[in-house]
């Protein structure tokens, strides 16, 4: 089975660097892109502004292709706005998780464009853990249930291809 690349989508504390890395307990050899790590090293020259925050996804997304190569990825960034995931998408065509988390307070200057049709795990009701095993078992998958996570027992289901 070919390795895969998961996207976990979501803004500053929704909690999607605590599902990789609870991920990565699940499944030896699993490489984890962290927004913030990838900024002190391979976008130490990038800031904050749109374009910036660009420049680093796409960066993050090429390497996360040529690391696919050898290994499952999880790609943990905020991806902010659907023109990003849009323009990562061209590059390496991953499977999205999004990170919600209603409950955070609003920042100032922190843009974030909320995803449409793809999984959506809400942090204000749903695990770490139960959100890691979800993710899980996307790397297990070619055609993946779509399931948009709430509280008492209530989900929503759908059928989507989720690529490569």
Request: aromatic fraction near 6%.
């Amino acid at each position: 089975m070919a390795n895969k690349i998961i996207c976990l989508t979501g803004p500053s504390g929704s909690g999607k660097t605590s599902v990789a890395q609870k991920v990565q307990n699940f499944i030896p050899g699993l490489i984890i892109l962290n927004g913030d790590s990838m900024r002190k090293s391979i976008s130490i020259d990038e800031g904050f502004s749109a374009l910036d925050r660009m420049k680093h996804n796409l960066r993050v997304a090429r390497l996360a292709k040529e690391l696919v190569q050898q290994t499952n990825i999880i790609c943990d960034l905020i991806f902010p706005s659907r023109h990003a995931r849009g323009m990562v998408e061209d590059i390496i065509h991953p499977k999205w998780v999004y990170i919600q988390r209603d409950s955070l307070p609003e920042k100032e200057g922190h843009f974030y464009e909320v995803p449409e049709n793809i999984m959506t795990i809400d942090h204000d009701i749903v695990a770490i853990e139960d959100s890691a095993k979800q993710i899980v078992e996307l790397f297990d998958k070619r055609k993946t249930k779509i399931t948009t996570l709430k509280g008492d027992g209530i989900t929503v289901n759908f059928n989507y291809y989720a690529g490569k």
